[in-house]
């Protein structure tokens, strides 16, 4: 099948983006949600949540671990700090 090009459209809402520095990811056997959350104790706020299908979630993954190795390539590698911070699964 030949690869067409696609158009790719963004509003000026989305083009200014959301922060988010902390995720939550739930799935079900057909659908993967991830919740892009800014944490700023004490509160946390879902800035978006995108609900999508495995095979999508396996290419997010794939292509997010080639930007992080061209990343860490150049400015050396990424230390992560797992803090002991729980998201509540209640929203309010």
Same mark, same amino acid.
């Given at each position: 099948?030949d690869?067409?090009?696609?158009k790719?459209?963004?509003?000026?809402?989305?083009?200014?983006? &959301?922060?988010?520095?902390?995720?939550?990811?739930?799935?079900?056997? =057909?659908?993967?949600?991830?919740?892009? $959350? /800014?944490?700023?104790?004490?509160e946390?706020?879902?800035n978006?949540?995108?609900?999508?299908?495995?095979?999508?979630?396996? &290419?997010i993954?794939?292509?997010l671990?080639?930007?992080?190795a061209? =990343?860490e390539?150049?400015?050396g590698? $990424? /230390?992560?700090?797992?803090?002991?911070?729980?998201?509540?699964?209640?929203?309010?």
């Open positions: 099948m690869k067409k090009e696609l790719l459209k963004i509003n000026d809402e989305q083009l200014r983006g &959301k922060y988010a520095n902390q995720i939550n990811v739930m799935h079900t056997q =057909y659908d993967f949600v991830l919740d892009f $959350i /800014s944490l700023f104790p004490p946390a706020i879902v978006a949540r995108i609900i999508t299908n495995p095979a999508a979630v396996k &290419k993954y794939h292509i671990g080639q930007n992080i061209k =990343y390539e150049k400015y590698e $990424i /230390s992560v700090n797992d803090d002991q911070i729980t998201i509540s699964k209640q929203v309010n």
